[in-house]
T-cell receptor
Framework: NAGVTQTPKFQVLKTGQSMTLQCAQD?????MYWYRQDPGMGLRLIYY???????DKGEVPNGYNVSRLNKREFSLRLESAAPSQTSVYFC?????????FGPGTRLTVT | AQTVTQSQPEMSVQEAETVTLSCTYD???????LFWYKQPPSRQMILVIR??????QNATENRFSVNFQKAAKSFSLKISDSQLGDAAMYFC???????????????FGPGTRLSVLP
């Protein structure tokens, strides 16, 4: 049982480049989330998907897009990366009580 | 909207000693969940302990226990017999049970970095 998986684990981009972060869960959860983690700010919600086929903005959606490809997969896309998007990104899915997290992606935009 | 505050950005404890991490939250809801997550240097978010607001009894998981004060909206984590492997960032989190708040039902505090001194 892999839980929540994310790829890649590390990425360096130049300003203006694009990339997609992939996330998949094998726990049959309906809801999935993308967070970013910055020092001193905890985890902030970027986008979420309450169920397959639906997505909604969270607290900090600007500069990002998402796709809920199916019940298992939820991807996050940066169309034109900016240095302000340097962060650690986590994908999560909703269990009965807690959220389950992927291992995170450390993204650096230079 | 709910908020979660952790007033201690950093804490340290001597190995084998006890440490308490503080968390307060703000909500108008009567039923919710509270969590402590641990994030070691590996970055993986690991659930430490969960508390249901309707339960008066404080949750305990081995060396980890909480002091849940619902009226004061306080949820502290006590780590007993601290071990080197306890060194990590600890996040307090609140989960709303309101369905219409479903997408943003998790709120995290800013975290407390715990160092364990040998």
């Amino acid at each position: 049982n892999a839980g929540v998986t994310q790829t890649p684990k590390f990425q360096v981009l130049k300003t203006g480049q694009s990339m997609t972060l992939q996330c998949a869960q094998d726990m049959n959860h309906n809801s999935m989330y993308w967070y970013r983690q910055d020092p001193g700010m905890g985890l902030r919600l970027i986008y979420y998907s309450a169920s397959e086929g639906t997505t909604d903005k969270g607290e900090v959606p600007n500069g990002y897009n998402v796709s809920r490809l199916n019940k298992r997969e939820f991807s996050l896309r940066l169309e034109s990366a900016a240095p302000s998007q340097t962060s650690v990104y986590f994908c999560a899915s909703d269990g009965t009580y807690e959220q389950y997290f992927g291992p995170g992606t450390r993204l650096t935009v230079t | 909207a709910q908020t979660v505050t952790q007033s201690q950005p950093e804490m340290s404890v001597q190995e084998a000693e006890t440490v308490t991490l503080s968390c307060t939250y703000d909500t108008s809801e009567s039923d919710y969940y509270l969590f402590w997550y641990k994030q070691p240097p590996s970055r993986q978010m690991i659930l430490v302990i969960r508390q249901e607001a309707y339960k008066q009894q404080n949750a305990t998981e081995n060396r980890f226990s909480v002091n849940f004060q619902k009226a004061a909206k306080s949820f502290s984590l006590k780590i007993s017999d601290s071990q080197l492997g306890d060194a990590a960032m600890y996040f307090c989190a609140y989960r709303s049970l309101l369905r219409d708040n479903y997408g943003q039902n998790f709120v995290f505090g800013p975290g407390t970095r715990l160092s364990v001194l040998p």
